[in-house]
């Protein structure tokens, strides 16, 4: 924040986690800011043919269409995503999981939307399991409140500085996107390719295979296969999940750069023995076989320790222990996700059955040939994979940055009135 200078002169709050304000600011708490009112039941409010209702003007709310929103409001989370602010300009209905704003006229709607980004929701929620937030406790948060043209400039000055930092964040995703796709094309050339340039191919036979080195075999998952099947939730469910324990794997954790362990939970050493049919075993590739991720594989470290799956998540064990690397990278290819998404075709797309996945096809190379696909694949995707960690890193940053911003911008740690 060094390009920007601080206010002429300050006082103390009076309000701990503020501190110091500009000496024209005062302390306000939310309540006199706007009035929080809470979303409706979905099912109170349906009518018979269908329709919604849209909040309307004086915080009233009617049938959509009888009511236009005609200014705008705060959306504030009540249960679950408590610590998400949304701001929102058009006619709307919000469910009763969060509140709405009625804001008042001497607030600029703006400026508060930025203000409760920096509210410290960790402190004020209460329950554990699904967090949540009292319409009392954010009534008395305090804000650092400017005079309307103020918080006018400031809002204006973060909306300017923001988008710039959101389009910067865009271009790190979009560049993760297209070094995705090239991971994803390079692991599909090699494996239904290989890596020789100059290799004679012939037709495979099998449509989205199309040509294979001439002496590539085509074979079958399950024939290579000594398992295939997914594993299940334990008897009570998410309420018998612990922090610590055996990991137990669910489709959430599985991605084809990788298991990502950062949200995982554990079960206990009763409830591993009582599932001791789906334990993971390091070298076991991973399969999604419901929901949006279906497709998404990986395969298990050959240092992980004991795990277990549910029913959301399929192991395959292939027979030979030199093979399992190389088919890991084939069901990441182009060609295993073709037959997967073929399987899914018409049908109510409830899943992959076993059948399915051991009917996908796949190019086969001799084992050394195996190996050394292997191993350029991994010296390739390392490179990519570095260059997607420092744009993910990048977007942290930012997204800091963002962060640090808005909150010295609303908590007048910073003067941008020339800015703005």
């Known amino acids: 924040m060094s390009r920007y ?57 009617g049938r959509a269409n009888e009511y236009l929103y005609d200014k705008p409001s705060v959306l504030l989370g009540r249960k679950g995503t408590i610590d998400k602010p949304l701001f929102i300009i058009e006619p709307f209905w919000t469910v009763d999981t ?16 930025y203000s409760c980004l920096t509210i410290k929701f960790d402190y004020y929620q209460y329950g554990s399991a699904v967090p949540s937030m009292t319409q009392e406790n954010l009534h008395n948060i305090d804000f650092a409140t ?18 710039k930092i959101d389009t910067l964040i865009a271009k790190q995703q979009r560049m993760i ?42 074979s079958k998952i399950g024939f290579l296969s000594s398992k295939i099947g997914s594993g299940k939730t334990p008897r009570g469910g998410s309420e018998v999940y612990a ?27 009763e409830i591993d023995e009582e599932m001791a049919n789906t334990r993971v075993k390091a070298g076991d590739i991973l399969l999604n076989v419901t929901g949006a991720s279906i497709g998404r594989t990986t395969l ?15 192991i395959i064990r292939i027979s030979s222990i030199e093979m399992r690397p190389y088919i890991a990278l084939v069901m990441k290819s182009a060609t295993a996700k073709t037959q997967i998404d073929a399987f899914q075709n018409g049908a109510a797309r409830e899943g992959l059955n076993f059948e399915q996945i051991a009917n996908i096809q796949i190019a086969l190379p001799p084992l050394l040939e195996q190996i050394a696909i292997t191993g350029y694949i991994d010296t ?41």
């Open 177 to 218: 996107e297209l070094l995705g796709e090239k991971r994803s094309a390079m692991i599909s050339h090699a494996v239904t390719k290989g890596i020789d340039p100059d290799v004679t191919l012939k037709d495979s036979g099998v449509e989205w295979l199309g040509e294979v080195p001439e002496h590539w075999e085509i």
């Open 98 to 113: 969060m509140y709405y704003t009625d804001i008042a006229k001497t607030t600029f709607p703006k400026f508060l939307y």
């Open 146 to 163: 400017p005079s309307y043209e103020e918080q006018t400039a400031i809002a204006n000055f973060l909306d300017i500085q923001t988008a």
């Open 300 to 314: 298990v470290p050959y240092d992980f320790d004991v795990a277990n799956v549910n029913q959301h998540v399929c």
């Open 5 to 61: 200078q601080p206010y002429p002169s300050y006082k103390d709050s009076g309000v701990e986690w503020l501190g110091e304000v500009p000496k024209d600011w005062l302390p306000k708490r939310l309540k006199y800011h706007a009035r929080i009112k809470n979303g409706q039941d979905q099912k109170k409010v349906l009518s018979d043919n269908g329709q919604y209702p849209v909040y309307g003007s004086g915080g009233e709310f």
């Open 243 to 269: 922090d610590e324990g055996i990991v137990f794997i669910r489709s959430q954790n599985v991605y084809d750069e990788g298991l990502r362990l950062d949200d995982v939970v554990f079960i206990s050493k």
């Open 380 to 420: 390739q995707t390392a490179k990519i994979d570095t260059l997607i960690a420092k744009a993910r890193q990048t977007i942290e940053l930012m997204k800091e940055r963002r962060t640090a911003l808005i909150s010295a911008a609303v908590t007048g740690k910073i003067d941008v009135r020339r800015e703005a």
